[in-house]
């Protein structure tokens, strides 16, 4: 009875994050970490509760699963300012706080209920870090060595780069993913992706990367039937200059509609998601791997690692560009001798062809493979190195600079050799077999390593751990330990979950899209119904980026975004030089110089020179008239910020008069009270009207 | 002695503002307003002192003075958001508040001298046009007509539209004046302007245009040292190649630098005036001369004109932007007939050089003169009409769709004759004489109709009206009228004042620099000594507008500005420009054709285009990656940022615990309470830690 009453009393524990403790820790170390992540905050603690699991072999600490009370959530997410739908106000987004909880729980709902797994995670995941060193426990043991706190360093980003933490990992929701995957990787091509539910189970950062696939996938669609009827047009007219023409006008234009239509839409979904002007920069943790001597943030005053941003720049400056530089040179040396000696043995091969010679053809590029795989692995260990070098203080700092490093490579090292052809050799035909062969490979053969390999491996292990946690529960039982029966599904899953990959990111995704969108556009003069290929490309990408996410990788924190990043950037550089390749394409085709034969080289160039600059002017022009933010939801954040201001304005002039009546009448203000006086207003030398007795009156009272 | 107690326990009368009226508003009119600008703020009234000034003669009202006693100040300070310096964070910008008023207020020192005059002006003018009509008041008569509100409406702006209100000005500080202009427009060239004063005076939208005019004469420096070695080396070497592209190259890099600097410059000068990322969009009241249906501002909710934005857009595209193209075809059409024309008559004059034919070649040029300068005059009534039928909201979007029409007429108009010279007759010597001939005749020469003139018109102006007041008084004197002494100062000024010309704003001043910007940069390799030029000019400009402002117009009111708004495209535009014209001005001198005598026209075009490419994408490159706030700024606005956040959050921590607790005391979270259980922490199934007793209390306390 008692017990019962009891249990019902109380939420029951979920696990909302899960620490994998390495090795090196002794139990001391850990009960004192669990003491500090339990204690009250009024003892600078977390406040959240703890659970440990020891491994059953050497009875160590193995994990410690963390779960926050719900009264927690409200008051951390009240810290973070999360956005919430205001009940009382057609559920327009506001920020929470737990003073106006009614208006954000429905009658009789459950506080509880107010966030999704995700964000009780990301919470979890940030109050924990937020744990802060005492000065009476600078210097702490662990079983071989000691680690040095200074006073109000965070305890968490230390012990993660003392690795003492193997890994801070949430779990998956098995229901909800299972009906997630169901409606986003089911077949069919019609339906749209759940993007709200995606949000909802990983976050911002990852559902705006699917958002983005979406909506160029779509957006592939226009391209793909245009480049289909060009295509013909080529075929059976050869090519006419003019189709051709219009069509890379008609490809510049929509890059630009392209983008400027993108930025509204992802600004609208951020703005519903309550994450648009939502600049994390002061939650953001530093990097754990951030190091430097310590000192304070400038801004929030928190003892911190500080690093001079000139040295940072010096490294940039001196190190990493050079040495990126470099590289670039090096695949372009790597591919300039490839295709000299193809192109040297193919000559080889029309004066005698030898059997030994057509075999010999293909050595050079087969050769060429292996080394650009090799360099560009060596090249993704150097750029990593760079970026971890030039030790920034931010995750998205870090990422953009490496981003950059690779982006640039992988740029030069797709589509060099296709420029060479194009422009050099200008041999077209040659450019769209590359073309395709390129776009073939690359993706569709992606997806199989990318996804089905690993899924195996994974389904493999999975079946492993089950059968040893069997055991494993065998001796439990055996040692007589009794579990309630909740907590020991988590800690499986858990145990389960720690062994699957993490997912690393984006990077890989886009990096995929971004050259995707090159081959397309690039050259899409020349080879228009490449948007096809992409097309088809993407519509299985999004599922098996759906599936990776869901049936292989680890659950990754929630991360707010509201952007793509540096990607936005690149993207629309690409889109500037799609402008000025393919004019070059149009001017190196033989029709237009049977076309224009009248006119001299030199007024032949200048004319695409002079066109070229008109087209890139006419894409500015766009990109800067076309409002970011649909006006819609520009008012609805003005509104909402407005009515916030008004409400603290209008309490606030109340309390000033009551201060300022306060202060004339504790004659603060001493010889020079402040107070109109009406007698004045009154005096009949300038004929001013005299108020109203009662104004008079009131006036009069308001003051003194 | 009763008097003198009375007369020191007030502040003295300070005209803030003066309305003057129109002779169409009838006594009964009038007084209704004074009534309503001095009834208190809980009847909806602004709370504000009004003396009235009669017309002598026809005794009717001709002035409304109006000044906000010190109170007001700070409540409306308050209400606006002003950044001041605090006192005990060493001066350090914070928002006022009446509640931390004290922080603000030097020990013993006087709340009202927290404010300069503009400020005091700017802050009546807004609270002025906040007086909304009420529901008993919808239908107002004045002499002629009636006047119809819609409750809640400005009353102010609909007064103005129906011009029953002259002008609205704010008085000269003599005194202060006198100092400003001696330390401000003396000869000495080494003195820096004193900004901050001049901002005091006259507020940040003006101290940012002579902040500028400033900055950029510095800049101008350089350009002169490097142009003027530059024009002797041309001189001796007859221009050697390498040192003009050398020079070009400079050129342009000075030019990004410029801005980039400008840019911190400016964020610089606008934080330390505290108004760096304020858009004073919802505090900006719309014009007077916006039309529209009577609705509600979706922002704010108070009732005001609103006009569908599809409508203006239509009216743009459809309207605006044809004509204007019109308009600028127009003028090359002139200009292309004048050219035409002119070089006829010098083919003739060379064929048989009669008198006749000698005198008649500068016919064209003066007809074209004329012709060009009535087009001028046409075209910007054309421009201002074509906006005003745009019917913007905001005076800031007013003016950018104005200045936009009005610039490219501009620049078409000083700069198409000299393209016409530079790349279609290629004579670089006609150039040459031609940028001369135009920096001259465009600058120096502008100063004297600029300044002198009016200066005259206004001295003799403010003679007669000085007789006449007296005469004024004589009669006053006469009918018996006492009046206070200080006030009748105050009167006399006023009436002086309202005669002034009213200073419209910054444009032509702009328009100026940005021509001559021009003029320097954009054929600098051919004529590098054009930047001497400027820089005498603008040292004599700095003195002549502000000679102007001190001297000439009205005190305009304060407009906090951050930036120098369209202006920055506009110049960075012309920047990217100047790239493309120097590298082609090189291309078409005679010397790179000697000196590439072995390659092709087409090659060597190539060849241009390329590095073109490279300067205008190094250019966006430093663009990019200078940062705009300089580090230190940016560091202190999120300071500043954070700890108010910080105050706000922590209190609100500690509230919402007590709420939380209480809301579970009422059980208001039935079935389900809040609370971590200490007893299963401490079950011996998952041997996770008990934590410790006091622990234990303390969490179980701090919950129920």
Redesign the interface.
């Known amino acids: 009875m008692e017990t019962q009453s ?1 249990s ?4 029951p ?1 979920e696990t909302h994050c899960v620490i994998e403790l390495s090795t090196k820790c002794n139990a001391d170390f850990v ?1 004192w970490m ?2 500090r992540i ?6 600078g603690g977390a ?1 959240l ?6 491994d059953v072999n050497t009875n160590q600490y193995a994990f410690l699963h963390i779960c926050a ?3 927690r959530l ?2 951390i997410a ?2 973070l300012e999360l956005m919430k739908p205001d009940m009382q106000d057609n559920e327009a987004l506001r920020e929470f ?3 106006t ?1 009614s208006r954000f729980v429905p009658e009789g709902g ?3 209920d107010l966030f999704d797994y995700a964000e009780k995670a990301r919470m979890v995941y940030f109050e924990i870090h937020e744990l802060r060193a005492k000065d009476d426990e600078t210097d702490r043991f662990y079983k071989t060595d000691k680690i040095r706190f200074s006073v109000g360093q965070s305890i968490i980003t230390k012990i993660q780069r003392k690795d003492l933490i193997n890994q801070i990992f949430s779990l998956h929701e098995k229901e909800v993913l299972k009906l997630l995957s169901k409606d986003w990787i089911s077949l069919s091509f019609s339906k749209k992706q759940p993007l709200d539910r995606i949000r909802a189970y990983f976050g911002e950062h990852i559902s705006i990367y699917f958002a983005f696939l979406g909506y160029y996938t779509e957006m592939l669609v226009p391209a793909t039937i245009l480049g289909f009827s060009m295509f013909f047009l080529q075929w059976f007219s050869a090519g006419s200059l003019q189709s051709t023409a219009a069509f890379a006008i008609f490809n510049v234009l929509w890059a630009t509609f392209f983008f400027e239509r993108w930025k509204r839409y992802c600004n609208r979904l951020s703005y519903k998601w309550g994450v648009l002007n939502k600049t994390n ?2 939650l953001e943790l530093p990097r754990a791997q951030f190091k430097g001597s310590m000192g304070k943030n ?3 005053g928190q003892p911190e690692p500080v690093y001079s ?1 000139v040295q940072r720049n010096i490294w940039i400056g001196l190190v990493s560009a050079p040495v990126v530089t470099l590289c670039l040179f090096l695949t372009l040396y790597i591919l300039g001798t490839y295709l000299h000696t193809q192109l040297r043995l193919s000559e080889e091969y029309l004066k005698n062809p030898t059997i030994m010679l057509f075999f010999g053809k293909f050595a050079p590029s087969a050769v060429y493979t292996i080394c650009i795989n090799i360099f560009r692995s060596v090249y993704k260990y150097i750029a990593t190195w760079l970026t971890d070098k030039e030790n920034h203080r931010l995750q998205t700092s870090y990422e953009f600079h490496l981003i950059w490093k690779l982006l640039l490579f992988n740029f030069i090292n797709s589509f060099s050799s296709l420029f060479y052809i194009a422009f050099w050799l200008q041999d077209l035909d040659l450019l769209r077999s590359h073309l395709a062969a390129q776009l073939i490979t690359n993706q569709i053969l992606d997806q199989f390593p990318e996804t089905l390999m690993p899924y195996a491996k994974v389904q493999y292990e999975k079946w492993r751990l089950k059968r040893e946690l069997r055991n494993e529960q065998k001796k439990r039982t055996a040692r007589g ?4 029966p909740n ?1 020991e599904a988590l ?1 499986d899953q858990a145990t389960i979950e720690s062994e699957l990959p993490e997912y690393l990111g984006t990077f890989d995704d886009y990096l995929e899209l971004f050259l995707q969108f090159g081959y397309c556009f690039l050259f899409s003069s020349a080879f228009p119904i490449a948007a096809l290929f992409a097309l088809i490309n993407n519509v299985i990408e999004i599922r098996g980026d759906g599936f990776k996410l869901c049936n292989i990788m680890q659950r990754p924190f929630a991360r707010p975004a509201n952007s793509i990043g540096p990607w936005q ?1 690149a993207f629309e550089l690409m889109g500037f030089a799609a402008v ?1 390749t393919n004019l070059a394409l149009i001017y190196v085709s033989p029709p237009v110089h049977e076309y224009f034969s009248h006119a ?3 007024q ?3 004319a695409f ?1 002079v066109i070229e ?1 008109l087209l890139i002017f006419a894409k500015l022009g766009m990109t ?1 008239i076309i409002p970011t933010v649909p ?1 819609d939801v520009a ?1 609805a954040m ?2 909402t910020e ?1 009515d916030m201001k ?1 409400a603290v ?1 209008e309490r ?2 109340q ?3 009551k ?2 009546e306060a ?2 009448q504790a004659k603060r ?1 001493s ?7 009406p007698r ?2 009154a ?7 005299p ?2 007795p009662q ?1 008079d009156v ?2 009069v009272r ?2 003194n």
Chains 1, 2 share one sequence.
């Open positions: 009891e019902s009393s109380q939420e524990f009960e669990i003491q339990q204690s009250p905050k009024s003892q406040e509760l703890v659970r440990s699991v020891r009370p719900t009264y409200l008051m009240e810290w706080t737990v003073k909880l459950y506080p509880g920069q002061e400038p801004v929030t941003v330990e009794n579990v309630d907590f800690r950037l000025t001299s080289d030199g032949l160039i200048m020179v600059h800067v006006r008012i003005a509104k407005y008004l304005k606030r002039a309390e000033s008069r201060e300022i202060q004339i203000w010889r020079r009270a402040v107070r109109g006086d004045q207003g005096s009949p030398s300038t004929r001013s009207l108020t109203s104004d009131t006036f308001s003051i």
